[in-house]
């Protein structure tokens, strides 16, 4: 399963020179940069394409939706197309931080109906080590060079704020320890976390070396958090962090709910409860 949802950079480097190569996607964003085509720019992987994630990958924010709620789907099947995808294209999605971004688009992808997505493991910081990039401006696409791939969504499971109040499962919150707590909280309304959930901060996926652990380690892990043993269910500020989890777990064959608004659509309702206690 894991090949299915992650991609070494030395298998990419190899694919890049088939005849019919998958489409490379850069979806470099962190919140303290939401904008990454500057280094797109600079570096990148060859004939790789810029993808915003805050204007193409998510809808516009309100306190109703969370601050990254998921696309139109015509927007995004709109945003597909320019960058090129077609119906039986492969895509292979990453970013230059920890892969958070780079799960987002992958989530998206799947859940709009693309069935070949893969993430590249490692990011950008591993490919520069051991591959090919390019820099300057990329080249303008022609109108004959945009795909004809059609997208509907709902294809990977979400949950709501209704169904993560009473969510029957393992709720796993992707953020922080200290934002799960309730120490301090940086960018939504209230601080604390969802009643019920689970603290299974996200970066605790990775080596130190920011690569995906090994199948065996993260099997450990969830099952450590009960994630392994029925429905389980992912949030953290906006949705972007919690497919991090959504794609380790699919890794390992067990399929997560993601809830799109997570933190950010929760915390916005003064009803609804904030729980602020240790871990």
Same mark, same amino acid.
């Given at each position: 399963?894991?090949?299915?949802?992650?991609?070494?950079?030395?298998?990419?480097a190899?694919?890049?020179?088939?005849r019919k190569?998958?489409?490379?996607?850069?979806?470099?964003w *962190?919140?303290?940069?939401?904008?990454?085509?500057? =280094?797109?720019?600079?570096? /990148?992987?060859?004939?790789?394409?810029?993808?915003?994630?805050?204007?193409?990958?998510?809808? *516009?924010?309100?306190?109703?939706?969370?601050?990254?709620?998921?696309?139109?789907?015509?927007?995004? +099947?709109?945003?597909?197309?320019?960058?090129?995808?077609?119906?039986?294209?492969?895509?292979?999605?990453?970013?230059?931080?920890?892969?958070a971004?780079? &799960? /987002?688009?992958?989530?998206? @992808?799947?859940?709009?109906?693309?069935?070949?997505?893969?993430?590249?493991?490692?990011?950008?910081?591993?490919w #520069?080590?051991?591959?090919?990039?390019?820099?300057?401006?990329?080249?303008?696409r022609?109108?004959?060079?945009?795909?004809?791939? *059609?997208? /509907?969504?709902?294809?990977?499971?979400?949950?709501?704020?209704?169904? =993560?109040?009473?969510?029957?499962?393992?709720?796993?919150?992707?953020?922080?320890?200290?934002?799960?707590?309730?120490?301090?909280?940086?960018?939504?309304p209230?601080?604390?976390?969802?009643?019920?959930?689970?603290?299974?901060?996200? *970066?605790?996926?990775?080596?130190?070396?920011?690569?995906?652990?090994?199948?065996?380690e993260? #099997?450990?892990?969830?099952?450590?958090?009960?994630?392994?043993?029925?429905?389980?269910?992912?949030?953290?500020?906006?949705?972007?962090?919690?497919?991090?989890?959504?794609?380790?777990?699919?890794?390992?064959?067990?399929? &997560?709910? @993601?809830?799109?608004?997570?933190?950010? +659509?929760?915390?916005?309702?003064?009803?609804?409860?904030?729980?602020? #206690?240790?871990?």
């Amino acid at each position: 399963m894991r090949g299915t949802v992650y991609i070494t950079v030395e298998r990419l480097a190899a694919e890049l020179r088939w005849r019919k190569a998958p489409r490379v996607l850069d979806v470099r964003w *962190t919140l303290e940069e939401p904008d990454g085509y500057a =280094a797109h720019v600079a570096g /990148r992987i060859p004939r790789s394409v810029y993808v915003d994630l805050e204007g193409e990958l998510s809808g *516009t924010p309100s306190p109703g939706e969370g601050r990254h709620p998921l696309p139109d789907i015509g927007d995004l +099947q709109g945003a597909a197309r320019r960058w090129g995808l077609n119906e039986d294209d492969a895509v292979v999605v990453y970013d230059d931080a920890d892969g958070a971004a780079a &799960a /987002r688009a992958w989530w998206v @992808l799947k859940w709009a109906g693309v069935t070949d997505v893969r993430i590249l493991d490692g990011g950008f910081r591993t490919w #520069a080590g051991h591959g090919t990039t390019v820099s300057g401006p990329p080249p303008k696409r022609a109108r004959k060079d945009r795909g004809n791939i *059609t997208l /509907r969504p709902g294809h990977l499971p979400t949950i709501g704020a209704e169904e =993560a109040a009473h969510f029957e499962g393992v709720l796993l919150d992707a953020r922080a320890p200290e934002r799960y707590r309730g120490e301090f909280e940086p960018r939504d309304p209230r601080a604390g976390h969802i009643p019920g959930a689970v603290s299974a901060p996200y *970066t605790a996926n990775l080596t130190p070396a920011g690569l995906m652990r090994p199948a065996e380690e993260l #099997a450990a892990k969830f099952s450590a958090l009960g994630a392994l043993d029925g429905p389980v269910a992912a949030y953290c500020g906006s949705g972007v962090t919690a497919a991090h989890h959504v794609a380790a777990l699919a890794s390992l064959g067990v399929e &997560a709910s @993601l809830y799109p608004g997570s933190w950010s +659509q929760w915390s916005a309702d003064p009803r609804r409860p904030a729980v602020v #206690a240790s871990a």
